[in-house]
């Protein structure tokens, strides 16, 4: 079985999708082997995830869930890694979105490997911590259907 998804040129990177984060990962997230720990990187796509919805909700909210979360390949100290982001679905009190991440990685830089990708749920919420109504005046989300 492979061990590296096909990597890719920058040319090739989502065109569709807003590159909401990039960091580097540093020695003290690895994990037993080496590799990046995988809390680190759920925690990255958490604080990436909530970029857009946070556009929208005009205020507090709150991660509700984590529909998917798939780690395609291994991260490494070193990659440089994107997040890219777009909203697949506006509910009443709910926006969700889809995140791709790509490691450009240190040995290869100028090529893209897709690491991890994941669906996640946010939710506005009022200051009692209550769900509210997103605010639907002016909502137009780039290649979101009415
Ligand atoms: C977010 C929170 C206020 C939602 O409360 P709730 O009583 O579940 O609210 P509701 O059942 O009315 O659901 C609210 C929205 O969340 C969505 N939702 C709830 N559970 C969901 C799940 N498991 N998966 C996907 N969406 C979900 C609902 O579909 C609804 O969206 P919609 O209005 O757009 O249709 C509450 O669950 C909470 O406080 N959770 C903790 C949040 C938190 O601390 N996050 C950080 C993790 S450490």
């Given at each position: 079985?492979?061990?590296?998804?096909?990597?890719?040129?920058?040319?090739?990177?989502?065109?569709?999708?807003?590159?909401?984060?990039?960091?580097?990962?540093?020695?003290?997230?690895?994990?037993?082997?080496?590799?990046?720990?995988?809390?680190?990187?759920?925690?990255?796509?958490?604080?990436?995830g909530a970029?857009?919805p946070a556009?929208?909700v005009?205020?507090?909210m709150a991660t509700v869930a984590?529909?998917?979360?798939?780690?395609?390949?291994?991260?490494?100290?070193?990659?440089?890694?994107?997040?890219?982001?777009?909203?697949?679905?506006?509910?009443?009190?709910s926006i969700t979105v889809?995140?791709?991440?790509?490691?450009?990685?240190?040995?290869?830089?100028?090529?893209?490997?897709?690491?991890?990708?994941?669906?996640l749920t946010y939710v506005a919420?009022?200051?009692?911590?209550?769900?509210?109504?997103?605010?639907?005046?002016?909502?137009?989300?780039?290649?979101?259907?009415?």
């Amino acid at each position: 079985m492979s061990t590296e998804s096909s990597p890719r040129p920058e040319s090739a990177l989502p065109q569709d999708r807003e590159l909401v984060l990039k960091v580097i990962p540093m020695p003290a997230d690895t994990n037993g082997n080496g590799d990046i720990f995988g809390g680190w990187v759920m925690a990255q796509v958490d604080l990436a995830g909530a970029v857009l919805p946070a556009r929208y909700v005009r205020g507090r909210m709150a991660t509700v869930a984590v529909n998917q979360f798939i780690f395609k390949q291994p991260v490494r100290v070193g990659d440089i890694l994107s997040f890219f982001s777009h909203v697949t679905r506006v509910g009443n009190t709910s926006i969700t979105v889809q995140v791709e991440v790509f490691a450009e990685r240190f040995s290869a830089q100028g090529q893209y490997v897709k690491v991890t990708e994941a669906s996640l749920t946010y939710v506005a919420i009022d200051n009692e911590g209550r769900p509210r109504p997103i605010p639907k005046d002016g909502l137009n989300i780039p290649g979101l259907a009415a």
